[in-house]
């Protein structure tokens, strides 16, 4: 009986279908030529399947803008290498019902991404690939911030400097990313999200005169420190907010402080002492003023 209900079900599904496609709606488009229509047509079935019917998801509709791209500046600089030019970019722009600077950063995505793949597609660990998803990482270093300062991104880049690719690959794919006993990604990237998390580091730096987010430094990418070992001293730094535990330690590590090293280092050290001295008178002047408030 229960194949019976669900041979019925798909039936009726099947029959709202056709029910529902007897009548459709048809929208004429003018064109003087075929060469017109081959370029009036896509750009509007695009705008359905970015925003509408099909909702496609970021990387494909990156690769769609590119391909659009393409065509503007083939027509408009024909045999020239492509580069971005700020006259084709409105153009999509107003078919995609976006902003000219998302559009250009979807255009440097895609681009980057296949930059990237086709020069490092060879060079993964055995059994590794990549995928559309790994457009990803290209797309946060071009968010404005930090990373995108590390790694000297322009406006009219479309690719990534080759050094700057190749710490890139050292950070994220040099490695297997899918362990085969299931433990954790081995390299200094875990994902995307990583390079999210590198510019919360370097804006936690600028508050409390850290320095985490130098533990990745392009320039340099075999002396880069995992991200997970950074996260987990940035989230511990966090939660010594308190003072007393800040005053605990300090004085722990002081008295941890030997005579050979005094020695050695006494003009470095000395203003430092000096410091601290003053940061504890102020610090008792500061308790003393509490004390008389609360004695009044």
Not at 45 to 65: D, T
Not at 84 to 106: E, F, G, Q, Y
Not at 204 to 224: C, I, K, N, S
């Amino acid at each position: 009986m229960a194949q019976i209900r669900d041979a019925a079900d798909r039936v009726e599904r099947h029959e709202r279908v056709v029910e529902a496609s007897t009548r459709l709606p048809v929208s004429p488009v003018e064109a003087a030529s075929p060469a017109e229509l081959a370029e009036t047509v896509p750009p509007l079935l695009g705008v359905r399947h970015l925003a509408h019917a099909q909702e496609w998801g970021p990387w494909a509709i990156n690769f769609y803008l590119l391909s659009l791209y393409r065509q503007l500046w083939a027509d408009a600089h024909a045999g020239a290498p492509m580069g971005l030019d700020d006259a084709l970019l409105p153009r999509i722009a107003a078919t995609a019902a976006m902003s000219t600077n998302k559009v250009r950063w979807c255009i440097q995505s895609a681009t980057a991404f296949l930059s990237f793949r086709a020069r490092f597609q060879e060079r993964l660990p055995q059994g590794e690939a990549f995928s559309d998803n790994d457009q990803a990482f290209l797309s946060r270093l071009l968010e404005p911030g930090y990373p995108r300062e590390r790694f000297g991104i322009r406006d009219d880049q479309l690719k990534l400097a080759p050094e700057m690719e190749e710490a890139l690959f050292q950070w994220a794919f040099a490695r297997p990313r899918r362990s085969a006993d299931g433990g954790a990604n081995p390299n200094v990237l875990r994902g995307p999200d990583d390079i999210r998390l590198w510019e919360r580091l370097a804006r936690y730096d600028a508050e409390h005169e850290t320095r985490f987010a130098q533990g990745l430094d392009p320039e340099r990418p075999e002396q880069a420190r995992p991200m997970a070992e950074l996260e987990v001293e940035y989230l511990a730094h966090r939660c010594e907010q308190s003072p007393i535990d800040t005053l605990r330690e300090l004085i722990g590590k002081l008295k941890r402080v030997d005579v050979g090293m005094l020695r050695q280092r006494r003009d470095e050290i000395g203003p430092l002492v000096e410091e601290v001295s003053q940061i504890s008178r102020d610090l008792k002047g500061m308790l003393a003023a509490v004390d008389g408030r609360d004695q009044e």
